[in-house]
RNA sequence: GGAGAGAUGCCCGAGAGGCUAAAGGGGGCGGACUGUAAAUCCGCUGGCGUACGCCUACGUUGGUUCGAAUCCAACUCUCUCCA
């Protein structure tokens, strides 16, 4: 890539904060969009009902596009969704029903209109859904019009499908067929809504080309693919998992506690890149709380948790939770009214109940023999204080203001409530 | 349609009649060290019971055995090559 400077603001800032990894052609691209505003989209999968951090640095990249005039799509897979992934197999409930998608689509547009404007206005975002225009295609239509402009050889030579077969994974024709229903999607709207850019993860790289090919040749217009990277962290993991399983975008799956506590935990060497890619927060600034040293980089965590989790859940949950978390972790912990809390059967703590029993109740642990396992291992608290035996008798004696607290370990808290 | 190979716990992957709730790794959880980080080290990692124990588990269903993840049969699915 030769370094010809870049004109656009869009461009530039998001060169600049480490959104770009490949682009078909820089430099028209940008030309482009000095030229005024461009049309740009990205599409979601949904397979559940809220989207996770995996897919915040391409929302991120939508709020970009925004941001600078430009108008951003986003397309929901909901007509794809329906032939389901092929790469789980072995799942017999991967077809997806119209309920199930509908129902998910809901779940996802509540997360993006967190992150950026839908609307009417020149650069107000757009939300559309292929299934509006594949649920009805023809598979004659289809292969007719647009079969004849794909290249067997040349698919198999993508790095997805090579791949595959190369680890005798196999491959069906349906998800043979992916990139076709995905270039289609590219042209359907450019013809509909204008749009010259498709962006996505870098793994999306070969169906990206393959729709910019189909308009090209159909519709002899130029459009632009624009691939973002892969985001691991610096040890090598990939992005969006935590302890609990996938980070949700959506309060209702994780609640905002955990997600500001999910990026509060970033590894050092990852918090400059995150700043820039999961924050508003000027250039300068990130490198600035990056280039803090040893212990003094939890400030900068602290703000990236902080204002990651205000573009997803408003400023207010934001300061909410870095407040929780700093009387929990800072001030030694005394109950916070903010902590997850749990009902449990009043009765029961008359009775006097197990330990075990309780961090089960609790959710802290998923069965008796792990909430033994737990105590046992010497991470199980009451009230702060470390319990050694698991059968020992919690009862009303051990209410703290009403409540009893639960802890896994030094980050997993919860205020059991007796109730009904 | 023909010929082979395969299906093991959350994932990968050993096991080839009893010592196997099933090696090893990954992941996860807990502990130590720290800075609510990384790296490292240690422990745990199917369910139920305080426990000798019981139950469930090696694609499915039957069978052979005192005894099967391991042997046999049929079936299902996956992959490879040929047509």
């Not at 600049?16 to 000095?34: E, I, K, P, S």
């Not at 077969?165 to 999607?185: A, H, K, P, V, W």
């Not at 393959?210 to 993991?237: K, M, N």
């Not at 280039?291 to 949950?317: D, F, Y």
Request: charged share 25%; glycine share 10%.
């Amino acid at each position: 890539m030769t370094e010809s400077p870049l004109q656009s603001p869009f461009l530039i800032e998001a060169t600049a904060r480490g959104f770009v990894f490949q682009c078909t052609d820089l430099a028209a691209l940008d030309a482009a969009m000095q030229a005024g505003p461009v049309t740009g989209y990205i599409g979601f999968d949904p397979t559940a009902d809220s989207l996770h951090v995996g897919s915040a640095l391409q929302i991120m990249l939508l709020r970009l596009m925004q941001k600078h005039g430009h108008r951003p799509i986003a397309l929901m897979g909901g007509g794809t969704a329906k032939i389901g992934d092929p790469s789980f197999r072995d799942d017999a409930r991967s077809l997806m029903t119209d309920e199930m998608i509908a129902h998910n689509l809901r779940g996802i547009e509540a997360s993006l209109r967190q992150f950026i404007t839908f609307g009417d206005g020149p650069s107000d975002a757009v939300l559309a859904n292929n299934g509006d225009w594949l649920d009805k295609l023809s598979y004659i239509d289809l292969l007719r019009e647009v079969g004849v402009h794909f290249s067997v050889s040349r698919m198999l030579s993508f790095d997805s499908v090579r791949q595959r077969l190369d680890r005798e994974q196999g491959l069906t024709f349906l998800e043979f067929n992916y990139c076709i229903l995905q270039s289609f999607d590219f042209r359907e709207l450019n013809r509909r809504y204008g749009a010259r850019l498709q962006m996505g993860g870098s793994d999306q790289w070969g169906n990206i080309v393959s729709g910019i090919d189909l308009v090209r040749r159909t519709d002899q217009t130029q459009v632009f693919g624009l691939t973002a990277p892969l985001l691991t962290t610096s040890s090598g993991a990939k992005m969006g998992k935590s302890a609990k399983g996938a980070v949700w975008l959506s309060a209702g799956k994780l609640p905002v506690f955990e997600y500001w506590q999910f990026w509060r935990n970033t590894e050092d060497a990852d918090v400059g890149r995150f700043l820039k890619l999961f924050t508003d927060l000027p250039v300068e600034e990130c490198d600035r709380l990056a280039a803090l040293e040893g212990a003094s980089i939890n400030e900068a965590k602290k703000v990236l948790a902080t204002e990651a989790t205000a573009l997803c859940h408003g400023r207010e949950a934001a300061e909410e939770a870095a407040e929780t978390a700093r009387r929990t972790f800072e001030q030694g912990a005394t109950i916070a009214a903010a902590l997850p809390s749990r009902d449990f059967p009043a009765t029961e703590l008359a009775e006097g109940a197990p330990m075990f029993r309780l961090l089960v109740a609790a959710g802290l642990a998923g069965s008796n023999g792990e909430a033994r396992r737990l105590v046992r291992g010497g991470g199980a608290r009451l009230n702060d204080v470390v319990v050694s035996d698991e059968n020992r008798v919690v009862t009303e004696a051990d209410l703290v203001d009403g409540a009893l607290k639960l802890s896994s370990g030094k980050k997993h808290h919860v205020l059991l409530r007796p109730g009904a």
